[in-house]
């Protein structure tokens, strides 16, 4: 079975940069695609950006394209979320989530079957 704990969250001042891990056991992340999303209390979760364990292909939101990357190191099994040039609009409780290596990673929600716990980002203006 897939487990997946994302960490590196904190509270940060608009402009800086932070770093979110997801660590995977159960399975390589050559066999999974992996997606990062967030959620603000009271909003629908939102795909940020994922990565395919097929290709190392990845996909970025709107909202985070050309401040955010995400990257793999399969040596250490993780998953990482590069986050620049922070904005308060940022703050949420960003999770991993994985599914079986498709063709394709995807930002959708309901195609995620695996879930880790999330891990808050708070951006202060």
């Known amino acids: 079975e897939v487990q997946l704990q994302a960490s590196g969250g904190g509270l940060v001042q608009a402009g800086v940069s932070l770093i979110l891990s997801c660590a995977a056991s159960?399975?390589?992340?050559?066999?999974?695609?992996i997606a990062w999303f967030r959620q603000v209390p009271g909003k629908e979760r939102e795909g940020v950006s994922c990565i395919s364990g097929n290709d190392g292909s990845t996909y970025y939101g709107d909202s985070v394209k050309g401040r955010f990357t995400i990257s793999s190191d399969n040596s250490e099994n993780k998953v990482s979320l590069q986050m620049n040039s922070l904005k308060p609009e940022d703050t949420a409780v960003y999770y991993c989530a994985a599914r079986q290596a498709d063709s394709n990673c995807v930002l959708d929600y309901g195609a995620l079957d695996y879930w880790g716990k999330g891990t808050q980002v708070t951006v202060s203006s």
């Open positions: 159960g399975f390589t992340l050559n066999d999974l695609d």
